[in-house]
């Protein structure tokens, strides 16, 4: 049997493309003699597509795709992830589910069981689960058909959940699994999730075939790395992230294979620390990076934008995102704004053009001074005998998202926002200044990581200056300001934010972890006052365990640690 | 058996105030001789306390606030909702629980069955269903302990469950039901909530005793409104809305109570269209106007604010704000600028002063061209031979959102959003503009609403200037425009947005409505490529069954209708 996974980047809610795209790979199945081609969960769809759910229509468009995939079936099996009514009264109104259709029939139906609620996944707002396991008769192999999260409770050694969707097929002896996911990218996911494989493959001894959705959907970005895993737990193929790929397997080959004979290392076990022979390289880097170009690049191609402007201050913030935006849009399409102000040093302005000019993208420098004067004179009055205080900074940086925004009313460039995740934790940025834009391209990457960031993007030689990395991180807003002057060093702050944004420890566990207690108190506060600001922030590209947005939902009001 | 209830406004993480509000109460009832005192759902740390719920230290502190109640509990039984650990590896962390404490023990706990994964609710994020229902048995009475929800699937009848928790209770023979909840307001949930514990005892034939929180938590508003009904389902009593109560009952008044006795309607059965005796009125613009000034004025008070700022154009949107503002806060607590540009009307301003005189509120004018003039100048050579367009629009609203974040950052007055539910809808508002703001006072009420709003205003004599609710809405951004030259009337937009907004109704389903098949996909397309905005928006205080924000919760690469 020859079986085919499609990784595919789809767009919520873009039936024609995300069909027109399921109908290509099929054709391509065939000419390859596929006996079966899988495609991601809730590919008719695309994955997340929210509160879509909840209108018939968009479920009508959805088991029309499916409608017209079971018209080109014949002689090919495809297995499609789509929404399907509940037809019971009781429970949610639908099921996530996977058509196995063949010959212009529907030959199986499996539910999902196992809901994600937790982070940015909903699925329990909208799917009831599934409580019936049955594997599906195709040419003589039994499939354990199956959907991401129910491989994710093996044994049901996961404290989230309560049944083992695999165990209960197992009785009826499947010849191999196959998995449609939306498994979302962090930098540590990929290999966490060859484990998870790994681990249901020794458990019930048959190959898996699992294929995952590819793309960025705004902020939650899909790193693909579709699995085949042989029955001894090796793996025999991982697809490349970040791309869409498709590829036809023989199960004889797979179930013929073993760890040994691919690495030649006869005798050992697979080890999870490093890549094995079928494995794509894992490094938290790289990852970011691709990861973030990929967001960039697909928020514009899924929202119809072309061109990008921003803000290029010298910093290395901006910096880290002209070179993203330029890597995944072309330099030709992004644009930037210098904006010096009275304030800020000489080199700054140096430093930027310096970077356009070796990225080759279009600049304009525009001085902030006659609008801040401005601003200050019409409210002189009000303003008497009142010090320079964070008000004159806030201006200076709301002036510059003005500008930013009248280029990208003016011209249509999307404003690419070059907050970094340390600033959006601690409240550390202007409110409808230099928190505007579309999307957060750094709000997940902590300033540490940026550093790192950076030289990976120099690692074949210069792009961002020298001048940029090394001097002190200023938002150049007052005389002499350093990022410092506001906030601990970035090599104490950002450990203390990981533990308590990514980790989720409290006070007393931080402090028995060794942070002082006065900074403790006061970074948490910092974290805690600043929840009206995220909450206005830009879509953040997440690539971290817990980034803000949807996945960290936080009371504005609340009084805890604040 | 004398039944306090305790109607609390309660504060999201906010132990120590708490704390002391109940144990005051606590004080109270058992000056009153009460038996028992019944706090609302999850009290001790207040509703929704979202993710703060992931935090072992937020658990702690939760358990320490029942640990101090359990203290004081001799010779009172104190009944208090809070969340609990579950001692079972599989299944989520905790329960949401009702605590029985007396006499320095807790002789009972029921955790909460139906945890609603719906609209602004993610219970199911953090909750673990209960499976098990038992009644309490306290002072010789029989009570069916519940939480909320558990009350809201009579008989099996909601389609959401499949499980009714007080129909496992009733062959233990409970003499009253007990419900503890934070049961959000929207201008038609009194009615409803009325209407299921209505069924409920009607199913039943015991007294219910249900206890709700009161106050704004950011966006969502509780009511109060907590009931206690007769055997025979009627209102026994239903407590003022937006404010705090404590009552004390006598168990045998209630049980001997009728509807026919209380209303003097011999022979009548009660009706749900119009209140009862026990009732509290219900007339929509007014709950809508209550609703609104508990929200600005919770929304100050829990933050630690006290002064508020807003723009005044002269419009309707920004005189009901400020109206409302000044009764939440206080007119010596509510400053506002005027801020003309060249393209404002004559009378706009002095509309806007005649209000601000009216309420006798502090107001600057300050005009914008200055700004204005700077940016168009600053930019002057990129826009070189481009004609006026949205871009020149955009530069003033946001030339004023900076004049009034100044204002805020310099004297600490908070920024009201004035953008009304019709705009938010169809993203005619600039982003960081007119859309700047702490929170949105209107943005969950229509246009059309907005009307009917100022009338209940200008009830008692004119506050808000009839010129200002008589001239046609218009954003004075450009020579003689009309919010109609970009929208269809608000009459005609409204009751499609509703529609679509609030009863999810696809196209095809509009279309059969009524509603023109181009305007359908026009307004359709404008609510759907505007999420962008949306997602950047202030926080809105929700009124109505469906709001932006936390509530609905939409793709923005989505690329359905639009």
Redesign the interface.
């Known amino acids: 049997m020859r079986i085919t996974i499609s990784q595919l980047n789809l ?5 024609e ?1 995300n069909l027109a795209k399921m109908v290509a790979a099929v054709e391509t199945a065939k000419s390859q003699q596929a006996d079966l081609i899988c495609f991601p969960e809730l590919a008719v769809c ?1 994955y ?5 759910f ?5 479920i ?2 959805c088991q029309h795709s499916v409608d017209e995939l079971r018209k080109i079936s014949h002689g090919i099996g495809i297995v499609v992830g789509s929404p399907t009514r509940n037809p019971v ?5 639908l099921y996530n589910s996977a058509y196995f259709l063949y010959n212009g029939e529907t030959i199986g139906i499996q539910h999902k069981a196992l809901l994600p ?2 982070d940015i996944f ?1 699925e ?2 909208y799917f009831e689960p599934a409580t019936e396991f049955k594997t599906i008769e195709f040419k003589g192999k039994r499939i354990a058909l199956s959907i991401c999260e129910d491989i994710w409770n093996v044994g ?1 050694e996961n ?4 049944i083992c969707p695999l165990d209960e097929m197992m009785h009826e002896k499947p010849d191999f699994i196959l998995n449609l996911s939306a498994s979302p990218f962090d930098y540590a996911h990929a290999e966490t999730r060859i484990q998870i494989a790994k681990v249901n493959v020794e458990r019930y001894k048959i190959p898996m075939f699992y294929a995952n959705q590819v793309g ?4 939650v970005i899909f790193d693909g790395g579709s699995l085949v895993l042989s029955p001894d737990g090796s793996v025999f193929d991982e697809m490349p992230y970040f791309e869409e790929c498709l590829k036809t397997y023989d199960l004889e080959d797979v179930v013929g294979f073993s760890f040994a004979q691919k690495s030649g290392a006869v005798g050992d076990k697979p080890s999870f620390a490093k890549a094995t022979a079928g494995e794509q390289p894992k490094n938290k880097i790289q990852l970011i990076h691709d990861a973030l170009v990929v967001g960039i690049r ?2 514009f191609q ?2 119809g934008f072309k061109k990008a402007i921003l803000g290029l201050s010298g910093g290395i913030d901006s910096a880290v995102t002209a070179v993203l935006a330029a890597k995944a849009l072309g330099p030709e399409n992004v644009r930037v704004l210098l904006m010096p102000s009275q304030f800020s040093s000489g080199h700054s302005v140096d430093d930027a053009r310096q970077l356009a000019e070796t990225l080759g993208i279009q600049y ?1 420098i ?3 001074k ?2 801040y ?3 200050e ?3 002189a ?3 008497a005998g ?1 010090p320079f ?3 004159e900074e ?2 200076q940086a ?2 510059r ?3 930013l ?3 990208s ?2 011209f249509g460039h999307i404003l690419l926002n070059t907050t970094n995740k340390s600033e959006m934790s601690v409240g550390y940025g202007t ?2 200044g230099d928190m ?1 834009g ?1 999307i957060a391209v750094l709000g997940d990457v902590y300033k540490t990581e940026i550093y790192e960031l950076v030289k990976y993007l120099n690692k074949d030689g210069e792009v961002v200056p020298q001048n940029t990395i090394t001097k002190p991180p200023s938002a150049e807003l007052r005389p002499g300001q350093k990022d410092t002057d506001s906030l601990p060093p970035y090599e104490v702050l950002d450990p203390l934010l990981f533990q308590y944004i990514e980790c ?1 420890k ?4 931080l402090i028995a972890m060794g942070f002082e207690e006065a900074l403790v108190k006061r970074v948490l506060r910092m974290v805690n006052i600043n929840e ?1 600001k995220r ?5 953040v590209i997440r690539v971290s365990t817990k980034a803000f947005g ?1 996945g ?11």
Request: aromatic share 12%; net charge negative; proline share 6%.
């Open positions: 767009h919520i809610g873009n039936f493309g695309g997340p597509a929210r509160d879509f909840e209108f018939d229509d968009f009508l468009r009264a009781a429970g949610k109104d609620t937790y909903d329990y707002r049901n404290p989230l959940y309560t960025g959907q705004t902020d697909d928020y899924k929202l304009d525009v001085a902030i006659p609008m004067d401005a601003f004179a019409a409210l009055q009000q303003f009142q205080n964070v008000t806030n201006i709301r002036v998202g003005t500008l925004m009248a280029m009313n003016k409110l409808y505007c579309g989720r409290g006070p007393s566990e009206f909450e206005q922030a830009a879509p949807m960290r939902r936080m009371p504005i009001v609340g009084k805890y640690l604040s």
